[in-house]
């Protein structure tokens, strides 16, 4: 794969594992300089660190919470300031709270539209700042094939996903003539942490390939966005699911 945005620096929140931190070891793979941001999961994000720079490649760790505002827009100056521009950021922050709408609490709905969506605009606005000044760069947004058709029990998480996905297509059409590509990946059923309570039997029977995804195959997908063999794609969601719609 050509790669001219290889030994650039990658910016992917929510990196401590799962698809987070797939992204991350193949990035780093890629050779880029992965910046791997974490909440509270300070042991799993190491690890990422450490499978980064198995790969050898260069890294280091940043905590800040995306939902945050103030101290997400101080991290990234931060992280600039010290690791120089950042060529490609990977919105992977992203939580659930599930449960059927008539019974879902306000907490629950914030939580889950605060990560995704706002966590989007916090992090994205200051990178996309200085993408522009550079006129160079690549956004990818994690969704979810929820944020496509919706899901019971996730109203929540299919709102936000859905807005990330309108969000994204409408920011790539504002910097596309500026040479920044912004895209989407919408996940189908992968082998995470976040499926651990779901009936995976009873889905796998209707998913065409008849199996769960790993995360490395969302990983790959996000490293081919981040390509300039990807060179003229943007506003685009590419859908990883194993064939179900």
């Not at 990196?15 to 300070?42: M, Q």
């Amino acid at each position: 794969m050509s790669d001219t945005l290889k030994n650039n620096l990658a910016l992917v929140t929510g990196a401590s594992k799962g698809i987070g931190r797939a992204i991350c070891v193949e990035l780093a793979n890629a050779g880029y300089r992965v910046i791997i941001n974490y909440r509270s999961d300070e042991a799993g994000a190491a690890e990422t660190l450490a499978l980064v720079k198995n790969s050898g490649s260069d890294g280091r760790v940043v905590q800040f919470d995306v939902t945050d505002h103030n101290a997400t827009q101080d991290a990234i100056e931060q992280i600039i300031k010290a690791d120089g521009a950042i060529d490609t950021l990977i919105n992977n922050a992203g939580i659930t709270a599930d449960g059927l709408f008539i019974m879902m609490p306000r907490k629950d709905w914030d939580k889950v539209i605060e990560t995704s969506l706002n966590g989007f605009y916090n992090v994205t606005r200051p990178v996309l700042e200085k993408m522009i000044r550079l006129k160079r760069g690549s956004i990818i947004s994690i969704a979810s094939i929820a944020g496509l058709v919706g899901n019971r029990g996730q109203a929540n998480y299919a709102a936000a996903k859905a807005g990330l996905i309108a969000a994204s297509r409408s920011v790539a059409t504002e910097v596309a003539r500026l040479g920044i590509r912004v895209n989407v990946v919408a996940p189908g059923l992968i082998d995470t942490e976040m499926i651990k309570d779901a009936p995976v039997d009873n889905i796998k029977t209707l998913i065409p390939m008849a199996r769960i995804g790993q995360p490395a195959e969302v990983a790959r997908v996000v490293r081919f966005l981040c390509s300039d063999d990807a060179s003229y794609v943007t506003g685009q969601v590419l859908s990883v699911n194993g064939g179900m719609f």
